[in-house]
């Protein structure tokens, strides 16, 4: 990892977030693409990784030259990305709370390994300048949402929020909005049926049929 800064000129929580964190991954420029295929000898190409474009596996001769250029074991591989389904629509309410329409509607391509992932299309601009309208935000419930995440909390009284969570506390939790019109929320724990982890978003051209 260290390696890979220095060649790249970058801080080493850059490298971590490009291989872990996998909304990051198109942070990744060109040049750092090829740097990463052939320091870990991956058999991809540097502008799949990238920028998305072009076939995903080196011809067989590219792969000999990644090869000869280092002396690194290979890393794993970046997260594939697959389908997710659009569970449905939201928007901020008035109140703080989204409106939420759940009539499902197609799929995006997100890198997660959750296989309960599901993504909302995000309606009018309460969110913005975090989420826009057109976007999706993609939830991952299977994995644990910590402080200083953005959430989706879902209350038993049928209410919902997309916040940030603030921190968890006892008996309570304490949320914080995404538009700065609304104070901070602390919600008795009771109250709340889940806390579901944002992962991230992506844009209306991630969509499929």
């Known amino acids: 990892m260290a390696n890979i800064a220095k060649k790249c000129d970058v801080s080493r929580p850059t490298v ?15 040049t750092h693409a090829e740097i990463i ?13 990238a920028e998305g474009i072009g076939p995903k596996e080196l ?18 591989e970046l997260k594939k990305s697959r389908r997710v389904p659009i569970t449905g629509s939201v928007r901020g309410g008035d109140d703080g709370y989204l409106v939420q329409d759940v009539v499902p509607d ?3 391509e997100y890198w997660t390994g959750d296989p309960n992932a599901y993504a909302l299309r995000i309606k009018g601009d309460s969110m913005h300048p975090r989420y826009r309208a057109g976007e999706f935000v993609v939830i991952t419930p ?13 209350l038993h009284d049928g209410k919902c929020l997309l916040k940030e969570l603030n921190w968890i506390r ?7 909005s995404i538009n700065n ?29």
């Open 59 to 76: 011809p067989l001769g590219a792969r000999h030259v990644v090869a000869e250029h280092s002396n690194v074991e290979p890393a794993l």
């Open 37 to 49: 295929c052939a320091e870990y000898r991956l058999q991809v190409s540097p502008a799949w990784l």
């Open 142 to 154: 299977s994995i644990e949402a910590q402080p200083g995440r953005d959430v989706v909390v879902k």
């Open 181 to 209: 019109g609304y104070a901070p929320m602390t919600i008795p724990k009771e109250e709340v049926e889940c806390i579901c982890r944002v992962a991230g978003s992506v844009g209306p051209d991630s969509m499929v049929f």
């Open 170 to 176: 006892g008996d309570e939790i304490q949320l914080l």
């Open 16 to 30: 971590s977030a490009w291989f872990n964190n996998p909304e990051k991954v198109s942070s990744i420029s060109r």
């Open 106 to 108: 197609g799929w995006v």
